[in-house]
């Protein structure tokens, strides 16, 4: 279920699903504004496409690699010690095996961060968002350098910073690393 | 022959099956797009037709016409041929460029791996569409110049499986066996080490090939694809973008048929992974 | 809070069990028809080789077959309550509570993520309700029992911090926590060195006398089982064909496949040249190409035609109480009469001098890149692989290379094939020194004439490559055959030279058994017509009869060729039976050399003497004198500064040992002993191996 679920999301790519939900939500239902221009002023209504596009892709790459994860943890000698051991089955799973199974997506929930950079600039087209991805995209279909350059100088220092954190993060959740 | 076993194996994952299926049928469309669609994809007729309208020079737009009247269905058909053209050649270009670099990174090691490896995580700390952003900001939109930006913002990411996967095989006997014969180094990586990692490498090509898709489609999405007038999915939506409130089938149907080739190529990969794990 | 069992009431007791997993390609039967008991305070061995089923019956003893494992028949009871029957909850208090399991691999079945405390403290916490003050002493204390030196500092430790023995211990420790009355051992010893492997072996054997414990004890290592039980039960492709106590068993074996497994194993009675091995010939049934009637027909000696091929075999009682086996014509042999052919044959001549290795050293340079090391200076350290070898190996000469992990063997392979270079030192080979010639720099002659047999089967075949073309392209490599039909007429005169049928130069290795890929391995170093083959642990993968086969091909290929052969190896048993001179390798350097005999009796290096004692034997005439060691290995980055074996070894002098490094002490006849002791007073050590009576051919 989850499979199938996560295997659908992550083949839409996000300018069909604001494609699909702009259908669906504002020309079918009429409930939500269709762009995010935020002409007259801060609109939480206006988020709620936007932010719904950027999850779901995410959602199920990240459901798929968890789900992937945690089955090869299950399948290690370490969990047949652990469930040998005569642990109830709950604690096995809380305390054996998620934390195992959670080193490996870690790194791509981080990395993911990145490509949400790059979802921004597809979101911010489709809703007219005026924000970083838009002026990035209007600089350099203007052939803007110095606008291109600013931009590029941001994205990298987002990156920088959420592989900076990855590591981090990576060392709490792998005593291998941290004494090495 | 051994196509053929691998085929039979996949018969067994309904999975993998679904995604052959799937794109099958769109390599069958962009093969025999002249005769299938039914209008010229290029034709100006009736603008803003809604999806079964019949047209007066005879013939019904089963999908609609976008703004210029061109009919939507026959857009499509032929919009499959440029995705399923130059989604294969970019992949193929990028992996030739990333398993160059990984295998040379991974059996050489020392200087060429640090310099290999400095280089893939420049690349790969930018996010990806920004690089291709910037890429085609600065060589301008054409096919060709498609196929070079996806090669260089992805073979960095093959280079990095290729080498993980030459890591582990150089340490391998019959390597070490090819190395005491006196086998020279571009032997032992092509024939010795290649071979082996093609498993996880078809795997992993399969779902590389659905984010091309994705890619060409979002370049084409944002304006940066092929230039007009030929068909192309992303561009189809994005010309019809700001009518989409009004007319969403317009946006719909390319889109529906952009998903349905990268969830074919998603499934496929599954399945292939499934068999592999099977053995 | 166990209850003290009776004596009559076994322990455990399979009861002709049948366990099955299915499969995309049907069912396929794992075990069948088994039975065991289990007394308490008994250790009962169970043996055989790879897929006959030994692991999974403990897996069902565990009820842990996974998702397409059943029990398709019969009874598994523990003190006489029905295990097949529990339910989820009384089934996870019973285990790790009163019956506990040790694995095989100590480094995978240990959590990586959790502190080693915490993973034993979990016993106590989930079976006895003790509070986590409780929990915490209790695994103090039994870490302790098990010989692990400071219990607090390993306690907070993770498990990659610790060696594969101590691992191990924790793994033993954990199991005995809750004081369990049925402890199931599946190959714990597999893993680890020798010398580690005799320290858990005394472990597990004092466990059995201290708490009383009933042991099942897996394994494919007949002398592990000889040394550590009771009784014995031994499995064949899914069924047990044999059982009884040990002394019946090793004895006087009924089942013409115990009898084969005997003249498999080298024990201190064989000989290459006067008793050699014999094999059992064919390979071990695939699950699913068992033949009609008994399992073991197609290889028996005994084999008879319209009643072995016939329906099923049950196990049966023979003549001597307790001693049961399966086989139809178990009292219609006389064994003395049809004692195996042993084809005798004459040793090789040695000849000229062909390798001389004179001082060789290679250091290897690690860059530590931390702080502290920039702040102190060390940044780069050296590893001393190998110090200072010297040694001569002539033609038609087999010399044996023995040492555990980290000695140094496998180092001085690759500076000998060229895949590294020496730091220092001459390795004069036919002539030429080749100690600083890449292997990219060699002659094709000089390759082709010192080629390798290696270690795993599984990966030593390039899985893409037909058998064939890869030894095709080794004998064009090496200038050996000018044309491609040339190179096939004598790829297919290689296969019948290992004993191969030709249509396998079409197959890929992944259609062959571990047996005849190695095979093909030993095809493929011989194609060269080498002077000298390096083996690096050819046989350690394989299973025992099929071992045996492949040592006695090499011998033979050898013998043909009168090639030089250099036979790496941790296993003494082995090298005794084949070598004519044996070297002794520890953290580098060569602690003792000379020829076999000079080796296995005193003087003995303390090392050598405590490796010999470590060594399993499957003879039941053979008396060991028992030396465990204390310790592991020192790491290769910082070796003690005087004698390496110093911090372990059983005949320390004192601080001499420490600080000085040892000299080399030679006799006449070239036996050489690394040691602070003299060697007049090494010469009063007692043998290492005894004999209870006189053996009909003495080593």
């Known amino acids: ?180 | 022959m051994r196509a053929l076993k691998s085929f039979a194996l996949l018969r067994e994952s309904w999975v993998g099956m679904a995604g052959v299926f799937i794109v099958a049928f769109w390599i069958v469309m962009a093969i025999f797009a002249p005769w299938i669609a039914p209008f010229d994809p290029l034709e100006l007729m009736q603008p803003f037709a809604k999806p079964g309208v019949e047209w007066k020079g005879g013939g019904t737009f089963w999908l609609g016409t976008d703004s210029l009247g061109r009919d939507i269905l026959s857009r499509i058909i032929w919009g499959s041929r440029t995705v399923l053209i130059y989604a294969p050649l970019a992949t193929i270009c990028a992996y030739t460029v990333g398993i160059m670099m990984g295998l040379v990174a991974g059996y050489r090691l020392g200087w060429w791996d640090t310099i290999l490896s400095r280089i893939s995580d420049i690349v790969l700390s930018f996010p990806v569409l920004v690089l291709y952003v910037i890429v085609i900001a600065t060589i301008g939109a054409s096919g060709i110049n498609i196929v070079i930006a996806i090669t260089f913002a992805s073979a960095p990411g093959i280079m990095r499986i290729v080498r993980g996967l030459t890591l582990d095989l150089r340490n391998r006997d019959y390597v070490a066996a090819a190395q005491t014969r006196g086998e020279s180094d571009w032997f032992i990586m092509l024939v010795e080490i290649l071979p082996n990692a093609r498993g996880p490498l078809i795997v992993d090509a399969c779902l590389r090939l659905g984010y091309v898709v994705i890619t060409i489609g979002i370049l084409g999405f944002l304006g940066l694809g092929l230039p007009p007038p030929d068909p192309d999915w992303g561009g189809m939506v994005n010309e019809s973008r700001s009518l989409a409130m009004a007319f969403p089938h317009m946006a719909v149907f390319p889109c529906i048929a952009i998903s349905s080739l990268i969830l074919g190529f998603n499934l496929l990969a599954d399945g292939l992974r499934e068999i592999s794990l099977r053995d | 809070m166990n209850e003290t069992p009776s004596p009559d009431v076994p322990l455990l007791e399979c009861k002709d069990l049948s366990i099955s997993y299915f499969t995309r390609a049907g069912e396929i039967p794992a075990v069948i028809d088994f039975n065991l008991t289990v007394h308490p305070g008994e250790a009962v061995g169970l043996v055989g080789e790879s897929g006959c089923g030994k692991t999974t019956v403990a897996m069902a003893v565990m009820r842990y077959l996974g998702g397409n494992g059943k029990i398709v028949g019969g009874s598994i009871t523990y003190r006489g309550r029905d295990l097949l029957s529990l339910g989820a909850e009384e089934l996870r208090r019973l285990r790790g509570n009163e019956i506990a399991m040790i694995y095989q691999e100590p480094m995978a079945s240990l959590n990586p993520s959790m502190t080693i405390g915490r993973q034993l403290m979990e016993v106590p916490l989930y079976h006895d309700n003790a509070s986590k003050r409780e929990a915490k002493d209790k695994a103090l204390s039994i870490l302790d029992a098990v010989h692990l030196p400071d219990p607090a500092r390993i306690m907070a430790a993770y498990p990659h911090q610790i060696s594969g023995g101590q691992q191990q211990r924790v793994i033993i420790a954990m199991a005995l926590l809750s004081n369990p009355q049925l402890l199931l051992l599946d190959e714990p010893t597999t893993a680890l060195d020798v010398t580690v492997e005799a320290g858990i072996i005394e472990l597990v054997a004092e466990i059995g006398e201290k708490f009383g414990t009933g042991m099942l004890y897996i394994s494919h290592n007949l002398g592990l089982i000889r040394e550590t039980c009771d009784r014995i039960v031994v499995m064949y492709s899914g069924e047990a064909v044999e059982s009884g106590t040990i002394n019946q068993v090793f004895d006087e074996p009924c089942h013409p496949y115990t009898h084969g497994l005997f003249n498999c194993i080298a024990l201190p009675t064989t000989d290459k040249n006067a008793r050699p091995l014999v094999p059992i010939r064919g390979q071990l049934p695939l699950p699913h190409e068992r033949p009609e009637g008994c399992n073991f027909g197609p290889r028996c000696d005994f084999f008879e035609a319209g009643r072995c091929d016939q329906g099923f075999v049950p196990m049966r009682e023979t003549d001597v109480p307790g001693q049961t086996a399966r086989c139809l014509r178990w009292n219609e042999i006389d064994w003395a009469e049809h004692a195996p052919d042993r084809v005798q044959s004459i040793p090789t001549e040695v000849g000229e001098e062909v390798l001389r290795i004179d001082s060789l050293s290679k250091y290897y340079e690690v860059h530590d890149r931390s702080l502290s090391a920039l702040i102190s200076g060390k940044a780069v350290r050296h590893v001393k692989a190998n110090e200072d070898l010297s040694f001569v190996a002539h033609e038609g000469e087999t010399i044996a290379i023995v040492g555990e992990s980290g000695c140094g063997k496998s180092t001085f392979a690759k500076v000998l094939m060229g895949l590294e270079t020496a730091t220092s030192g001459t390795l004069d080979f036919e002539g030429d020194d080749i100690s600083e010639t890449e292997v990219g720099d060699r002659s094709a002659k000089q390759i082709g004439a010192l080629q390798m047999v290696f270690q795993n089967p599984f990966d030593t075949l390039n899985p893409s490559q037909t058998i064939g073309s890869q030894i095709v392209r080794v004998l064009r490599r090496f200038g050996q055959a000018d044309s491609k039909g040339e190179a096939q007429i004598m790829m297919l005169k290689l296969l019948d030279t290992v004993k191969l049928p030709r249509d396998f130069a079409l197959r890929r290795p992944r259609q062959l058994s571990g047996g005849q890929k190695q095979r093909v391995g030993i095809a493929r170093a011989f194609a060269g017509e080498p002077a000298t083959v390096i083996a690096d642990e050819p046989v350690s993968a394989l299973d025992v009869s099929v071992a045996a086969a492949v040592t006695e091909l090499l011998l033979d290929i050898q013998r043909r060729n009168n090639s030089t052969l250099l036979f790496i190896s941790h296993d003494l048993s082995i090298v005794r039976y084949l070598a004519d001179r044996v070297i002794v390798m520890y953290l580098g350097q060569i602690m003792e050399q000379g020829t076999t005999d000079e080796i296995f009796n005193p003087p003995y290096n303390p090392y050598t003497e405590a490796l010999l004692s470590a060594v399993p034997v499957a003879d039941t005439n053979v008396e060991k004198r028992r030396i465990i060691l204390e310790g592991n290995v020192p790491s290769p980055l910082d070796p003690p500064a005087g004698c390496p074996f110093s911090t372990r070894c059983q005949h320390r002098l004192g601080e001499i040992c420490d600080t000085t490094p040892p000299p080399r002490q030679e006799t006449e006849s070239g036996h050489s002993i690394l040691c602070h002791i003299p060697l007049d007073e090494l010469a009063k050590a007692d043998p290492v191996f005894s004999f209870k009576d006189t053996p009909q051919a003495a080593a």
Not at chain 1, 153 to 172: E, K, N, P, R, W
Request: overall charge positive.
């Open chain 1, 1 to 180: 279920m989850v499979s199938i679920t996560s295997v659908i999301t992550t083949s839409i790519p996000e300018f069909a699903s604001a494609v699909f939900f702009i259908t669906i939500f504002v020309f079918g239902l009429k409930w939500l504004p269709g762009t995010s221009t935020m002409a007259n002023g801060f609109d939480p209504l206006q988020l709620v496409l936007p932010v719904m596009v950027l999850v779901i892709y995410d959602f199920g790459y990240v459901a798929r690699m968890t789900r992937a994860s945690m089955a090869e943890v299950m399948t290690t000698h370490y969990i047949r010690t652990a469930v040998l051991k005569g642990l109830p089955y709950r604690r096995v799973i809380m305390n054996h095996a998620l934390r195992n199974a959670l080193i490996a997506p870690f790194t791509v929930i981080m990395l993911q961060i990145n490509w949400l950079l790059s979802g921004v600039i597809v979101v911010e087209v489709a809703f007219a968002y005026k924000g970083f991805g838009a002026l990035l995209l209007e600089a350099s279909l203007n052939q803007d350098i110095y606008v291109i350059e600013a931009c590029a100088m941001v994205a990298v220092f987002v990156a920088v910073g959420t592989q900076t954190l990855a590591d981090i993060g990576y060392t709490f959740l792998n005593p291998r690393i941290r004494f090495s």
